[in-house]
Each structure stands twice: as C-alpha cells, then as structure tokens.
C-alpha cells in the first residue's frame, strides 16, 4: 500500500530545531523525490524544499535557506525535515510528499505533523 | 502573497457548476510547466485531484476536470455535492524561484 507515514507533533521553544521524519512504503523509494510542504494557521500550502531519495540532491525555497536540512535514510526508506532557529511563525502542520520526476505532481502526501513552537 | 493567484472563495448549490481559476506568470504555467489541483479537506492530508493540467488520477470522479491556457489553468466542477466543500490548490513550477508555487487556495462551499 502505497504511504507515508510521518513522526508525531512536536512542541519546541522558540531558537529550538525540529526534525520531522517521513516513512515512505509501497514504492520504490530512490525512483521518486520527496517534497516538503507547510500549512500555517490559516494560510496556505507553502513549498519549503525537495531532496531526491536516490542521491540526497536537495533544493531549498530560498525563504528557508539557511534553516532547513533536508536528508533521507534510503535503507530504513525514511525522509526528514529539520528545521532550525524556530520561531512563532513556524507554527504549522508539515507535511511531506512524494514527488514525481520532473517538474511535477505531489501524489501520495504524508498524514502532516503539526509543529508548534510556543515558550 | 502567493505566486499562483485563486479567488478566495467559490460557491454553488447541490448540482450546480463552479470553477476555480488560477493565474499565474511567463515563469510557471506560461513557460509549459504543468498545474496541478488538490483538495485539502481540514486534518487530512491533500488529495490530487488533478495532474499535468487535465489529467484525473484514479479515483477521483469524472465532475473533476482541468484545463490550462497561456499563463491561466482552470479546475471545474460539475454536478456538485456536499462532499466537495473543502479547499482547493494549485500548484506549479516556477522558474524564477527555481522551486514549486502553490495558489493561496480557494475555498468552495457547497449551499
């Protein structure tokens, strides 16, 4: 059955880092690249980066540059998020999905993680 | 303010059409990157509903269809029902930001 399964909600100080994970099963996990997607309070889907699960090339958008580690574990078929210096706003669900070859589709997504950061 | 532009909100009665549209620029959808739709219903994950402009995955029914012109994409609805009030996105390349842009979502509601 193809899914990804993601780790549990977290709550971190602000300045603190999160690493979210994301466990990919009923495919072939190198063929494919994982995104990273956040949902915010009332916002809107927010792209935040790719990593290829075949050679770990990662692609960063340039708001979490600096901020954001994407790696992934091909033998435990495991994908992860880390983010750092958290701040207010990063409050949101995280989500993770897989990503089609090319300049494509997202198709399945991760059930989210919801990330709060309070002090 | 997001780099794919939808109407905040949609609405339509039991039956009826709506259709959500998504602008975008020369840099994503004019430059023959292809858009996507999905459905986000609240505490779930998205859901594809449409990929590469007008094609519908398995399962999703057949009063889902989209559409793509110039820098424009389109996702139309027919027959609607109470099951598809939720949030819709659409999602492309962008090649000025060298990553993947989402509208900002349109929410149908369903009268």
């Known amino acids: 059955q193809l899914q990804l399964v993601q780790s549990g909600a977290e709550v971190k100080k602000p300045g603190a880092s999160v690493k979210v994970s994301c466990e990919a099963s009923g495919y072939q996990f190198t063929s494919y690249g994982i995104s990273w997607v956040r949902q915010a309070p009332g916002q809107g889907l927010e792209w935040m980066g790719w990593?290829?699960?075949?050679?770990?090339?990662?692609k960063y958008a340039q708001k979490f540059q600096g901020r954001v580690i994407m790696t992934r574990d091909t033998s435990t078929t495991t994908a992860y998020m880390e983010l750092t210096s958290l701040r207010f706003d990063d409050t949101a669900i995280y989500y993770c999905?897989?990503?089609?070859?090319?300049?494509?589709?997202?198709?399945?997504w991760g059930q989210g993680t919801l990330v709060t950061v309070s002090s | 303010q997001s780099v794919l532009t939808q109407p905040p909100s949609v609405s339509g009665a039991p039956g009826q059409r709506v259709t959500i549209s998504c602008t975008g620029r020369?840099?994503?959808?004019?430059?023959?990157?292809?858009v996507h739709w999905y459905q986000h219903l609240p505490g779930t994950a998205p859901k594809l509903i449409i990929s590469?402009?007008?094609h519908r995955p398995s399962g999703v029914p057949d009063r889902f269809s989209g559409s793509k012109s110039g820098t424009s994409a389109s996702l139309a609805i027919t027959g609607l029902q109470a099951e598809d009030e939720a949030d819709y996105y659409c999602q492309s390349y962008d090649s000025n930001v060298s990553g993947w842009v989402f509208g900002g979502g349109t929410k149908l509601t369903v009268l």
């Open positions: 990593i290829s699960a075949y050679n770990g090339n990662t």
């Open positions: 020369n840099s994503n959808i004019g430059s023959n990157y292809d």
């Open positions: 590469g402009n007008n």
């Open positions: 999905a897989r990503a089609m070859t090319g300049y494509n589709w997202f198709d399945p």
